[in-house]
């Protein structure tokens, strides 16, 4: 079976800037942004998973159990305080992340050798496809 776990370089990236617009990031962090090459690491120890979004600019990363609310506050990204549950939908991990910002989440899979990360805000869709370092 295809784990999520490992080291993911990005290949692709649509409409970030639509997602990020969306949850209200400038105009100027939306810039540097944009040309970031991002790397995901994805752990799991024993129930916990540890999931690190990696760049030059600014590091982001999340911790928790499947099925289990946890409070995020997504420091260096939009700022908000969010409570955020993740579970499993067949072969996806999803994320429902509730707080301001309506229908905001995200769900990641694995086909083949790829790592697709669809993110969600009120609306708008990212798409970003990473490859097994
Ligand atoms: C960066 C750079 C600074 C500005 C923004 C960022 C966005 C990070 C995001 C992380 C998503 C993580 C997820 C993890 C689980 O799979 C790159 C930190 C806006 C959107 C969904």
């Not at 301001?100 to 050798?113: L, M, P, Y």
Request: hydrophobic share 30%.
């Amino acid at each position: 079976p295809t784990s999520l776990c490992g080291t993911w370089d990005m290949i692709s990236n649509v409409n970030f800037d639509g997602y990020m617009s969306a949850l209200g990031i400038s105009t100027y962090l939306r810039k540097i942004a944009l040309r970031l090459k991002l790397k995901k690491v994805i752990e799991r120890q024993g129930d916990q998973y540890i999931i690190k979004t990696l760049s030059t600019f600014r590091n982001y990363a999340i911790s928790f159990k499947i099925g289990q609310e946890f409070e995020e506050f997504t420091k260096g990204l939009d700022n908000r305080h969010i409570k955020s549950t993740v579970t499993w939908q067949g072969n996806k991990q999803k994320c429902e992340q509730i707080g301001e910002k309506k229908n905001r989440g995200w769900a990641h899979w694995v086909e083949g050798d790829k790592l697709h990360l669809e993110l969600y805000c009120d609306g708008e869709v990212c798409k970003q496809v990473f490859k097994k370092n």
